[in-house]
């Protein structure tokens, strides 16, 4: 193994250029960084949550509100069903999770039952021909309707796979960087977000549903009426925050959707100066809005978000451009923030804070101290000790070669953009500590071939063959674990385990390649008659 193939010197010598030239941006300024040349990598190491300081939500999905949402879906489905065939019925409600309707004339409850079974509901995954609701006769000629427990679940599952991809783009709208966003649990959400020093928005923009729709307004209603309540079927009364009038009524029929649009920005009013925000919908959105507003010019409309009225303007003339505006009591942020929301689309369900907290900038700062400092110490021991054991050459060879190794773990983290949090430097500097333990089984080896009495070249190519083996067993345990802990660990704990399977691959390459080329060379320059840890 001494006489070196030239792709091993070459390979050799791009893993330590790029060691240096990607580790090199963390230890410069951030102005020296940003007036490096194009070619030369800018990035630096992606420290987590504990290491830089942010924010920790632990979240829950309220499937009970989703499960609240579809009933009332299904209570206007029933209805719609029911009068368009013409059957007459009565005390149409929710009843324990169900919907209880009871059928006027008796010879009509067997109708009313088929028109439900084929008309509302859709067909449930997995199951062959069945659907998701189940409707059932009950005394007194009552019709139950409920949903079948699988499609329930169903729900509540791919309601928080929606949550985490929604969250996920508010979050990087917000431009908070490599935010981690885990499932935890069957409905809860767990968000830890490295740098965001203002946890109070955070909450405000994840947390938000910002389910936005467009209904008419019913102007027919006196006051007094809608004070107390008293508004037509079809019609609800809605708070309102616009400042011009504690509540609206307004038509229940949202006559255009959040879903239907395609852009929002904050801007400002021309003519008021004004924060205000501007969308644009889809051509459906666009078509419908254009329809709308030109039946209804002359008439409010009220843009609503989560059931609560941020506007209600009057329609001068017909929108059929698609685009649109906002206006209400904003500030220069929470428009930033309406806009963030339009753009990355509503929660299904709402979030519920379960636990939060924050992490001070300064702590994430003495985290990165003690940390450099145990390793700095870590490597310190570990040169004392292989120069004490096996002499300024090859303790020294070990060492160039374990210096190296930590040049190619920064470089690939910081290439990578993986995440080094607090657990993340433990395990970097367990893999720093455990390196050299590869070249001592070399060393040993040779020293067993050279009492055995065999020549000095054989005896250090059998250091390396026959050790190269238990060097790979042992490093094979230990990606294994590592990728076991990635895999069903969470937060710090796939740190750790991504910082530790980087370090056993560039262990096994330093220890092995580049001791084996600084050992080559060495012998080529010298032509020793014998070792010198003989």
């Given at each position: 193994?001494?006489?070196?193939?030239?792709?091993?010197?070459?390979?050799?010598?791009?893993?330590?250029?790029?060691?240096?030239?990607?580790?090199?941006?963390?230890?410069?300024?951030?102005?020296?960084?940003?007036?490096?040349?194009?070619?030369?990598?800018?990035?630096?190491?992606?420290?987590?949550?504990?290491?830089?300081?942010?924010?920790?939500?632990?979240?829950?999905?309220?499937?009970?509100?989703?499960?609240?949402?579809?009933?009332?879906?299904?209570?206007?489905?029933?209805?719609?069903?029911?009068?368009?065939?013409?059957?007459?019925?009565?005390?149409?409600?929710?009843?324990?999770?169900?919907?209880?309707?009871?059928?006027?004339?008796?010879?009509?409850?067997?109708?009313?039952?088929?028109?439900?079974?084929?008309?509302?509901?859709?067909?449930?995954?997995?199951?062959?021909?069945?659907?998701?609701?189940?409707?059932?006769?009950?005394?007194?000629?009552?019709?139950?309707?409920?949903?079948?427990?699988?499609?329930?679940?169903?729900?509540?599952?791919?309601?928080?796979?929606?949550?985490?991809?929604?969250?996920?783009?508010?979050?990087?709208?917000?431009?908070?960087?490599?935010?981690?966003?885990?499932?935890?649990?069957?409905?809860?959400?767990?968000?830890?977000?490295?740098?965001?020093?203002?946890?109070?928005?955070?909450?405000?923009?994840?947390?938000?549903?910002?389910?936005?729709?467009?209904?008419?307004?019913?102007?027919?209603?006196?006051p007094q009426d809608a004070a107390a309540g008293r508004v037509p079927p079809g019609d609800e009364v809605l708070q309102s925050t616009d400042g011009y009038s504690p509540?609206?009524?307004?038509?229940?029929?949202?006559?255009?959707?959040?879903?239907?649009?395609?852009?929002?920005?904050?801007?400002?009013?021309?003519?008021?100066g004004r924060p205000i925000v501007s969308f644009r919908f889809n051509g459906q959105g666009a078509r419908r809005f254009g329809v709308i507003t030109s039946e209804n010019?002359?008439?409010?409309?009220?843009?609503?978000?989560?059931?609560?009225?941020?506007?209600?303007?009057?329609?001068?003339?017909?929108?059929?451009?698609?685009?649109?505006?906002?206006?209400?009591?904003?500030?220069e942020q929470s428009a930033n923030d309406l806009a963030v929301l339009l753009r990355a689309g509503a929660l299904p369900a709402p979030l519920k804070v379960e636990e939060?907290?924050?992490?001070?900038?300064?702590?994430?700062?003495?985290?990165?101290?003690?940390?450099?400092?145990?390793?700095?110490?870590?490597?310190?021991?570990?040169?004392?000790?292989?120069?004490?054991?096996?002499?300024?050459?090859?303790?020294?060879?070990?060492?160039?070669?374990?210096?190296?190794?930590?040049?190619?773990?920064?470089?690939?983290?910081?290439?990578?953009?993986?995440?080094?949090?607090?657990?993340?430097?433990?395990?970097?500097?367990?893999?720093?500590?455990?390196?050299?333990?590869?070249?001592?089984?070399?060393?040993?080896?040779?020293?067993?071939?050279?009492?055995?009495?065999?020549?000095?070249?054989?005896?250090?190519?059998?250091?390396?063959?026959?050790?190269?083996?238990?060097?790979?067993?042992?490093?094979?345990?230990?990606?294994?674990?590592?990728?076991?802990?990635?895999?069903?660990?969470?937060?710090?704990?796939?740190?750790?385990?991504?910082?530790?399977?980087?370090?056993?691959?560039?262990?096994?390459?330093?220890?092995?390649?580049?001791?084996?080329?600084?050992?080559?060379?060495?012998?080529?320059?010298?032509?020793?008659?014998?070792?010198?840890?003989?």
């Open positions: 193994m001494m006489n070196l193939s030239r792709w091993k010197v070459v390979l050799v010598a791009l893993a330590v250029v790029f060691g240096v030239l990607f580790t090199l941006p963390n230890l410069l300024p951030a102005k020296v960084r940003d007036h490096l040349p194009p070619f030369m990598p800018k990035k630096t190491l992606n420290l987590g949550l504990d290491l830089q300081g942010g924010s920790y939500l632990l979240y829950s999905v309220d499937t009970a509100a989703l499960r609240t949402e579809r009933l009332n879906n299904l209570t206007e489905d029933v209805r719609k069903a029911l009068v368009d065939e013409k059957i007459q019925f009565t005390d149409l409600g929710q009843v324990a999770g169900e919907l209880s309707v009871r059928i006027t004339d008796p010879g009509q409850v067997s109708q009313a039952q088929n028109v439900l079974r084929n008309t509302i509901g859709a067909p449930l995954a997995g199951a062959q021909g069945g659907r998701d609701v189940s409707v059932s006769s009950a005394p007194d000629q009552r019709i139950r309707v409920a949903f079948a427990a699988q499609a329930l679940e169903a729900d509540a599952g791919r309601a928080v796979d929606q949550s985490i991809e929604i969250i996920r783009r508010r979050i990087d709208q917000m431009g908070t960087k490599e935010p981690d966003i885990t499932r935890q649990g069957k409905d809860r959400i767990v968000i830890q977000a490295a740098g965001e020093s203002d946890p109070e928005r955070l909450k405000n923009v994840v947390g938000q549903t910002a389910k936005l729709t467009f209904q008419m307004v019913d102007e027919t209603v006196p509540a609206y009524v307004v038509k229940k029929r949202a006559e255009v959707t959040g879903e239907m649009l395609v852009d929002a920005q904050a801007r400002f009013d021309q003519q008021t010019v002359n008439k409010r409309f009220a843009i609503v978000l989560d059931k609560k009225v941020i506007s209600a303007p009057t329609i001068i003339n017909p929108i059929t451009g698609g685009n649109g505006q906002i206006t209400g009591n904003f500030t939060q907290r924050t992490v001070g900038a300064e702590l994430g700062a003495d985290a990165v101290h003690a940390g450099t400092t145990s390793a700095l110490v870590g490597l310190a021991a570990t040169v004392v000790f292989m120069i004490a054991i096996y002499g300024f050459l090859f303790g020294g060879i070990s060492l160039v070669a374990l210096v190296i190794n930590a040049l190619m773990i920064i470089g690939i983290m910081s290439f990578t953009q993986a995440t080094l949090t607090l657990p993340g430097i433990a395990g970097l500097i367990l893999t720093l500590a455990v390196a050299v333990d590869a070249n001592v089984l070399i060393y040993e080896r040779m020293r067993d071939e050279l009492r055995a009495g065999r020549s000095l070249i054989s005896s250090m190519d059998a250091g390396f063959s026959r050790a190269m083996g238990t060097i790979l067993d042992a490093n094979m345990t230990h990606i294994l674990s590592a990728m076991i802990m990635f895999q069903f660990g969470s937060g710090a704990v796939r740190g750790f385990a991504w910082t530790l399977s980087i370090g056993v691959l560039t262990t096994v390459f330093s220890a092995i390649l580049v001791t084996q080329v600084l050992l080559a060379w060495w012998f080529r320059a010298t032509r020793p008659k014998t070792l010198p840890i003989a």
